[in-house]
């Protein structure tokens, strides 16, 4: 197989930032790789393999042409640019919610659904799930085939840094602030100030009350799971963490579940790590995960109340499980199906 042209579209942001050290790290075929981001991260240098490499404002360009292109810029950008790089070939991964829930693109998980990604698609464009879907899809593949589920409620509690760079910036600011006595700096990222304080908000609220951030997860979750009338329901927190999402999702059961049945599906689950004891290290945490690279579940408990009731608490970091090493995963399996990288 051929070395690929890749372009990675928000280079500087978070997840461009883990996508390049993810790339840097593997043995992923790279003959050039082009940097692209808004004119203010124009004539950046960031180094790649012993080379450096020259940010690129996405405005000014002219040539769109790659073999893969990766967007993590946001879904204005991905609207804009995301056709135009796949009607000169590419293979767009997008990292925006822009064309999740379009029929002619791909929304892949490659431990979930890989099927999905059996041939090129239509529209050249594949989608990457939103960061709480993904690590909560990951957990959930081996129970809803397991089991007949009735519903499915969830909190998540999720990170600054699904606001990106800015939101940890506004995090550390205002955490600095708080701690000397200082009123926290106007919230700009977020819809109030995050030191200290939970925000049971993740996106703007519809008229009904949802906001974006709980819809997605419903969509996103029937799409990749292939459950289309799946009962789901959520309330998205953002919290005063850096980095690291969590959730706790419960799962009402039609019949009766056993622990120990539950136990040994997760725990051979590919890409899940779980934690049983409850003791030391008998539970996730976002700021003592020891591997970014797999899904945490812990806290695994039957409701006493409640035979078919089902407690997960599920941790997973959000810039690589939930973006970065599924987009890579993507593109692997792009490249295993000859999607890409063809002779």
Not at 97 to 103: D, Q, T
Not at 232 to 251: F, K, M
Not at 269 to 292: A, C, F, N, Q, W
Request: aromatic share 4%.
């Amino acid at each position: 197989m051929r070395a690929l042209d890749i372009s990675i579209i928000g280079a500087t942001g978070a997840v461009g930032a883990e996508l390049i050290k993810l790339l840097e790290s593997s043995r992923f075929p790279v003959s050039r790789l082009r940097l692209l981001a808004s004119r203010t991260s124009g004539g950046r240098r960031l180094r790649f393999r012993d080379e450096i490499c020259i940010v690129e404002p996405l405005d000014e360009i002219n040539d769109t042409q790659a073999d893969i292109a990766f967007f993590s810029a946001g879904g204005a950008v991905s609207a804009k640019y995301g056709h135009l790089f796949a009607a000169q070939g590419a293979l767009v991964i997008d990292n925006s919610n822009a064309f999740r829930m379009n029929p002619d693109v791909p929304l892949l998980v490659p431990q979930v659904n890989p099927n999905a990604l059996a041939a090129r698609p239509r529209s050249g464009i594949v989608a990457n799930p939103n960061c709480s879907t993904i690590q909560l899809v990951r957990a959930l593949r081996p129970l809803v085939t397991a089991f007949d589920v009735h519903q499915i409620i969830l909190t998540t509690y999720q990170a600054a840094s699904g606001g990106g760079l800015k939101g940890i910036d506004e995090l550390l600011e205002g955490t600095r602030s708080v701690s000397r006595g200082r009123a926290p700096p106007r919230a700009e990222r977020f819809p109030f100030p995050l030191a200290f304080n939970v925000i049971p908000q993740v996106g703007e609220i519809a008229s009904e009350g949802v906001t974006l951030e709980e819809r997605k997860l419903v969509q996103e979750s029937r799409k990749i799971l292939g459950l289309p009338h799946l009962r789901l329901t959520s309330t998205c927190v953002r919290v005063p963490v850096i980095n690291g999402h969590s959730e706790a999702v419960y799962l009402e059961l039609h019949e009766p579940v056993h622990l120990k049945q539950v136990h040994e599906l997760l725990a051979t689950e590919p890409g899940v790590r779980l934690y049983i004891d409850g003791t030391h290290e008998g539970y996730p945490m976002p700021r003592l995960l020891k591997d970014p690279m797999v899904v945490h579940v812990g806290r695994v408990r039957v409701n006493p109340e409640n035979p078919c009731g089902l407690w997960l608490w599920i941790v997973a970091d959000n810039l690589q499980v939930g973006a970065a090493v599924n987009a890579l995963l993507i593109a692997k399996l792009a490249i295993s199906n000859n999607i890409v990288g063809g002779k």
